[in-house]
């Protein structure tokens, strides 16, 4: 079963409007983090934000804001003001423990194309 | 302080051939994990290092194994090459097995011909 889940394959925003890139999650774990990457067409992919699941406020970095519902198992991703530069591909990530291991183990959606336009 | 470095950045093969990847993680970070990237299945967690030693290990094949050494440098290598092997292979690193954020590479890109 798909451990990270993005329903939206493509958005397209305006410049300068705000946009919310959907995520939901399915782990058994009663600790594990979330987090939101960025990758360009350059193909490095960027850190932008990161959500603990004990963290009580929802996590803020600059323009990028992470919207927890930690009962709907939901962490969308909030970008305002939405910039060209902002055009990418985006990952919704989910750190948890390995089974049996030790370690831990990260699960990557399939990622959302965001396109900004002018 | 540098990123995480990877070499080389682009690589062309032949079926059967065999490929070793380079990874140089943040300097102080101890924990390196390798990852393939397709259009097909997307991201998929390869193998995690910490200290020398694997930590943990998603569902590839024994043709693809890594090490790490005691500087943190890891190492990649695929052997015998197929088709289905061409990807984008991203390293990252991360302080330790309990970081709380990777930072990754740039990626070597592999074509099997």
């Known amino acids: 079963a798909q451990k990270i889940t993005q329903t939206q394959p493509g958005m397209f925003v305006q410049e300068k409007e705000a946009v919310t890139l959907d995520c939901t999650y399915d782990?058994?774990?009663?600790?594990?983090?979330l987090f939101w990457y960025k990758q360009p067409s350059s193909g490095e992919m960027i850190f932008l934000i990161y959500?603990?699941?004990?963290?009580?406020q929802n996590a803020t970095e600059g323009r990028y804001s992470l919207n927890f519902q930690k009962a709907r198992k939901s962490a969308n991703l909030v970008i305002s003001a939405s910039q060209l530069g902002d055009s990418a591909m985006y990952f919704c990530?989910?750190?948890?423990?390995?089974?049996?291991?030790?370690?831990?183990?990260?699960?990557f959606g399939p990622g959302t194309r965001l396109s900004v336009l002018p | 302080k540098a990123g995480v470095t990877q070499t080389p950045r682009y690589l062309i093969k032949t079926r059967g051939q065999q490929v070793t990847l380079s990874c140089s993680p943040i300097?102080?970070?101890?924990?390196v994990s390798w990852y393939q990237q397709t259009p097909g299945q997307g991201l998929q967690f390869l193998f995690e290092?910490?200290?020398?030693?694997?930590?943990n290990k998603g569902n590839f094949p024994g043709r693809f194994s890594g090490r790490q050494f005691s500087n943190s440098r890891s190492e990649m290598n695929v052997s015998t090459l197929e088709l289905g092997d061409s990807a984008l292979y991203l390293c990252?690193?991360?302080?330790?097995?309990?970081?709380?954020?990777?930072?990754f590479g740039p990626g070597t890109r592999l074509t099997v011909l």
């Open positions: 990252a690193s991360s302080l330790g097995l309990a970081g709380l954020e990777q930072f």
């Open positions: 782990t058994s774990d009663q600790s594990y983090g």
């Open positions: 959500q603990g699941s004990y963290d009580e």
């Open positions: 990530a989910m750190r948890e423990s390995q089974q049996g291991a030790y370690g831990q183990n990260f699960v």
């Open positions: 300097s102080g970070h101890r924990s």
């Open positions: 290092y910490f200290s020398e030693t694997q930590r």
